[in-house]
């Protein structure tokens, strides 16, 4: 068979990836062949060797320097030749992971080799937008190459797995995790998950751009009480099965290889010790044949959740739940194997475990070459590469979503004499990496103010001033955040550079420290000095766009009632500046659209869409007694699904194809969509569905289906969905996912709350 050099496969891949990727859900992880291998391995293994492979330590010394003197490094590289580590985190590029995979190798006895995971969370060295904002795209397709280009750089950088996607589903702007998954909804959360794992794992897991998923955080994490990391969420059965596991379903039916357990717990038990989420829903029901790895230290923090006398038992209840491998906690290492012999624990269990580490390490190619990702000429050619900027730049501006534009003052001329570009964060070139930026290099995104400056007219005068940092010292990712609260040295010459000019840029948010595991805030607003500097700005000159850089939803009420432009552009990754300025000079049409409502204010946290009627529901207008706030509405400041264009669109003529709908027929939902602007521009049709009467309650509105459509000036489209009985099911009171016989109304329009409706039957 003709084989090209590797040189040659390589860029032509490269070349030929673009954003209409789409790759096919990897084989199956059991097959008879396989088995047979692991059970003929599992016979020739000692109990401590089985052991050895339910570990996984993380890299703390140099593997490509001496052999360190420190007690603990040195028992981490004993640990490693002796065969008692089955896995190793945070080891990256392919010197590293050689050496690793060769002590391993050279002097274990059965020569099992370790795989080696990483958070390769949006872009290994290339950035993408942070998952939260690129779920703002509401482009699978986009979304599943941003994934597949992080998985070539991890993968020649030497390592075969990845801690992501985060699939939680989160309604909490106070969560500090919220920026990793894709928002509050189900329905859009199962598709990205599945997007996400189709990216990272192609095909063929043994491809050499391929690295195994991990849908995570499983489950319920999103739902940490009060938005405080590592809490308790205390949810029904209902909440679990019809909110909570839907997107981690979808990423188990995509291929997913492997799954992370949660920190919190749920109805008392610790997710790590959890037996019905684990061995009833995932492994049981489900029929997951991959592993569940703990969260790092987890099963040592069951005795923090008050269920584990100690680090031993901590292990034993994690076993027997059906946690298979250890993340940094030592309990299994340290007290697993005494566990058996006491008979405190079958060794059935352990066999089971290490059964699904060896799966996956079979399923990524390791057995066939230890080495197979350790390719210093593919590292150097693929990590980093210029030519995977381009996706970058252009997921980037897809993710962008206009939320305001009184006036049009949207998009620039290029004809502008003179714009003032004002903020803590406009000139930043790391902060629009986000956090979990995994091997990106510091400062290496491109600046708001240069992308201005690329995007601008030859005519125009671009004057750049701080007005005032946002922090009080220099930023020291991930440690201590200090916001500025006194330095207004800035001011006079903020609002002077804005009374001067045409128009003001104001580059406001968060910094990539202040959201991500550890971040949650209490009040997720505009911190330090920001919006008193915005007020004095808009007093000298009102015509201002607001640029948000942020990685959670916030709440600006000020911001929302005054200023007239507003561009929600999270963090957009190693591309930002230009992907900003190509919205706001309009060289693209934005068309993100809200993943997650934005509240008014924080009182109103949880606030999402789908939300219960209950008995006196929010429509109950002129009642006192009824579901409200009497200080401030109860609907959030911009709803899921909702983003402006520079176009405008009309909806019209919305129509069933039949007044009901059978249990095994189907029901088509069409509806016409006209550009009435001066501008093509890519609307997010979104089709929405309310149980009237259910056995358990149930939304007011919940997401089924969406299109997205570009449209020339004055072009109309017929837009079409189709609806079956399995569409309208859910977790009913009967314990069973089914759908329920009855009335129905469908929802169609450009966000959850601006839409069309119409009524149906089921029989």
């Not at 329905?187 to 599945?194: E, K, P, R, S, T």
């Not at 039916?253 to 949660?262: D, I, K, P, R, V």
């Not at 100690?310 to 059906?322: K, Y």
Request: with cysteine.
């Amino acid at each position: 068979m003709l084989r090209f050099p590797i040189s040659i496969c390589l860029f032509a891949t490269i070349a030929s990836l673009s954003i209409t990727t789409v790759i096919g859900a990897a084989a199956p992880l059991v097959d008879a062949a396989t088995e047979e291998k692991i059970t003929a391995l599992l016979g020739q293994m000692t109990l401590a060797e089985k052991v050895g492979q339910l570990t996984q330590d993380s890299s703390s010394f140099d593997l490509t320097g001496p052999v360190p003197k420190e007690a603990k490094p040195r028992d981490r590289y004993d640990r490693i030749r002796s065969g008692a580590v089955g896995s190793m985190l945070n080891v990256c590029g392919v010197a590293a992971v050689h050496e690793a995979q060769r002590l391993a190798l050279e002097n274990s006895r059965l020569k099992i080799p370790m795989i080696f995971g990483y958070d390769v969370i949006h872009g290994y060295r290339t950035c993408f937008p942070i998952p939260l904002g690129e779920a703002a795209s509401w482009n699978l397709t986009a979304i599943e190459a941003t994934a597949h280009i992080a998985a070539m750089e991890a993968a020649a950088s030497g390592l075969n797995w990845t801690f992501a996607p985060m699939v939680d589903i989160a309604r909490d702007a106070r969560w500090g995790r919220v920026m990793e998954g894709a928002g509050e909804d189900p329905y859009l959360g199962g598709l990205i998950a599945g997007a996400r794992v189709r990216g990272f794992q192609g095909a063929d897991l043994k491809a050499p751009d391929a690295i195994a998923a991990c849908a995570k955080h499983f489950a319920g994490y999103g739902f940490a009480e009060a938005g405080r990391d590592y809490n308790v969420a205390d949810i029904s059965e209902h909440t679990l099965r019809n909110v909570v596991l839907p997107p981690f379903k979808a990423a188990v039916e995509a291929g997913a290889a492997t799954l992370m357990n949660s920190f919190n717990e749920i109805g008392g038990v610790p997710a790590t010790a959890n037996a019905h989420i684990l061995r009833d829903i995932l492994k049981g029901e489900w029929g997951f044949s991959g592993l569940v790895v703990s969260d790092w230290q987890s099963i040592g923090e069951l005795r923090g959740h008050g269920v584990a006398r100690d680090l031993a038992d901590a292990a034993r209840l994690a076993i027997t739940a059906g946690s298979d491998m250890d993340m940094e906690a030592r309990a299994y290492g340290d007290h697993l194997a005494e566990l058996v012999r006491s008979g405190a624990v079958k060794e059935a269990l352990v066999d089971d475990a290490v059964r699904r580490v060896l799966r996956v390490k079979f399923a990524v190619g390791l057995f066939e070459d230890p080495f197979r990702h350790c390719d210093p000429a593919r590292e150097k050619a693929v990590v980093g590469n210029p030519a995977f900027l381009a996706t970058a730049r252009d997921v980037a501006r897809k993710s962008i979503v206009l939320l305001k534009n009184d006036g049009g003052l949207l998009p620039l001329s290029l004809k502008l004499k003179r714009i003032a570009v004002i903020g803590p964060l406009a000139a930043d070139k790391d902060t629009p990496l986000g956090g979990w930026r995994a091997q990106a290099l510091p400062e290496s995104a491109v600046s708001l103010l240069e992308g201005i400056k690329a995007a601008a007219g030859p005519a125009t005068k671009i004057v750049y001033v701080v007005g005032a940092p946002l922090l009080a010292k220099p930023g020291d990712f991930p440690y201590e955040v200090v916001f500025n609260t006194t330095d207004r040295s800035g001011f006079s010459a903020a609002v002077s550079a804005a009374r001067s000019a045409d128009l003001v840029i104001m580059a406001v948010g968060e910094t990539a420290i202040q959201t991500g595991e550890g971040r949650s805030q209490a009040d997720p607003g505009l911190k330090g000095l920001q919006e008193e500097l915005l007020r004095e700005v808009y007093a000298a000159n009102p015509r201002i766009v607001v640029v948000l850089m942020n990685g959670r939803p916030l709440t600006l009420p000020w911001v929302a009632d005054h200023v007239p432009a507003i561009v929600e552009a999270w963090h957009l990754g190693s591309e930002a500046g230009h992907a900003i300025a190509d919205v706001l000079f309009g060289h693209y049409n934005p068309s993100g659209r809200l993943p997650i409502s934005f509240p008014r204010v924080v009182g109103q946290v949880p606030v999402y869409y789908n939300h219960k009627s209950t008995g006196r529901p929010m429509d109950s207008e002129g009642k006192v007694y009824w579901s409200h706030y009497a200080d401030v509405a109860n609907e959030p400041q911009y709803p899921f699904g909702f983003g402006l264009s520079y176009t405008t669109f009309a909806y019209s003529d919305l129509r069933l194809s039949a007044p009901a709908l059978t249990a095994d027929g189907s029901l088509t939902v069409a509806v016409k969509v006209a550009n009435t602007g001066k501008v093509a521009g890519t609307e997010t049709v979104q089709l929405y569905v309310r149980d009237r009467v259910g056995s358990v309650t149930r939304p007011v509105k919940e997401l089924k289906g969406f299109r997205q459509i570009l449209l020339q000036p004055g072009e109309r489209q017929d837009v079409t969905f189709t609806l079956t009985s399995a569409d309208l099911a859910f977790y009913t009171a009967r314990g069973v996912w089914e759908a329920e016989p009855g009335e129905f109304q469908v929802f169609v329009g450009a966000n959850s709350r601006d839409v069309t409706t119409a009524e149906f039957v089921l029989r």
